[in-house]
């Protein structure tokens, strides 16, 4: 599996690219900011986009959408408790001072356990509300994609509407934990991990 991490927009949010080596075809996740540089890195590597999915709908993660989804054609993924969030991306964006276009509507809303499938890839969703009621996590052969419910020693914020804090760290510790600790985490924001470094030397979440 082809992994690409391009940090878009502002606020540096991880977009991630996953490609499937032999067909060609791809995901994006997470197209917030920025998205010459996401099609120039598809380009770079051959790929042709066939889904574009949001772990949760903020909008420096989701402020994307629309042109990828002109420049693509690909369907739009999301939970479906992250429409209210979704329909307010513009909104959301300018109480930072910034400017994102809204989002074109989802085509296809995904719940826990359900799969999402390109080329010979198929990532399992996990939901893992906390940092957004819809947030979600994808799995796939030991790497697993988490938006901003787990990062390197810390975890996702809970002060925006419809966060919960202890329903974030029951996701990271009832969801995300049991998947062994050799899992490889990308995460929303700033540098990869694993589920094993997590557990141990977290101090919001560590099991030992």
Same mark, same amino acid.
């Given at each position: 599996m082809i992994i690409k991490k391009l940090p878009v927009g502002p606020i540096m949010a991880n977009c991630f690219i996953l490609g499937c080596e032999e067909t060609k075809k791809?995901? /994006?996740?997470?197209?917030?900011?920025?998205?010459? !540089?996401?099609?120039?890195?598809?380009?770079?590597?051959?790929?042709? /986009?066939?889904?574009?999915? *949001?772990?949760?709908?903020h909008f420096d993660h989701a402020g994307g959408n629309k042109k990828m989804r002109d420049a693509t054609g690909a369907p739009l993924v999301i939970h479906a408790l992250e429409i209210p969030i979704l329909n307010n991306l513009a909104a959301s964006a300018a109480r930072w001072g910034l400017s994102v276009e809204d989002s074109p509507v989802p085509d296809r809303m995904v719940a826990d356990g359900d799969t999402i499938s390109f080329g010979n890839?198929?990532? !399992? /969703?996990?939901?893992?509300? $906390?940092?957004?009621?819809?947030?979600?996590?994808?799995?796939? *052969?030991?790497?697993?994609? /988490?938006? &901003?419910?787990?990062?390197?020693?810390?975890?996702?914020?809970? &002060?925006?509407?419809?966060?919960?804090?202890?329903?974030?760290?029951?996701?990271?510790?009832? !969801?995300?934990?049991?998947? $062994? &600790? &050799?899992?490889?985490?990308?995460?929303?924001?700033?540098?990869?991990?694993?589920? $094993?470094?997590? !557990?141990?030397?977290n101090p919001f979440v560590r099991m030992t």
């Amino acid at each position: 599996m082809i992994i690409k991490k391009l940090p878009v927009g502002p606020i540096m949010a991880n977009c991630f690219i996953l490609g499937c080596e032999e067909t060609k075809k791809a995901a /994006v996740i997470d197209p917030g900011d920025e998205t010459d !540089k996401i099609l120039l890195a598809l380009a770079d590597e051959g790929l042709t /986009v066939a889904q574009l999915i *949001n772990t949760h709908c903020h909008f420096d993660h989701a402020g994307g959408n629309k042109k990828m989804r002109d420049a693509t054609g690909a369907p739009l993924v999301i939970h479906a408790l992250e429409i209210p969030i979704l329909n307010n991306l513009a909104a959301s964006a300018a109480r930072w001072g910034l400017s994102v276009e809204d989002s074109p509507v989802p085509d296809r809303m995904v719940a826990d356990g359900d799969t999402i499938s390109f080329g010979n890839i198929t990532l !399992k /969703v996990i939901h893992t509300p $906390g940092h957004s009621p819809g947030g979600i996590s994808l799995y796939t *052969n030991g790497c697993l994609f /988490v938006g &901003d419910t787990l990062f390197a020693g810390s975890i996702g914020r809970t &002060d925006f509407p419809g966060g919960d804090h202890e329903t974030l760290l029951a996701s990271i510790r009832e !969801k995300l934990f049991p998947l $062994g &600790d &050799d899992v490889q985490v990308y995460t929303g924001h700033g540098p990869e991990t694993t589920i $094993g470094t997590e !557990k141990r030397t977290n101090p919001f979440v560590r099991m030992t």
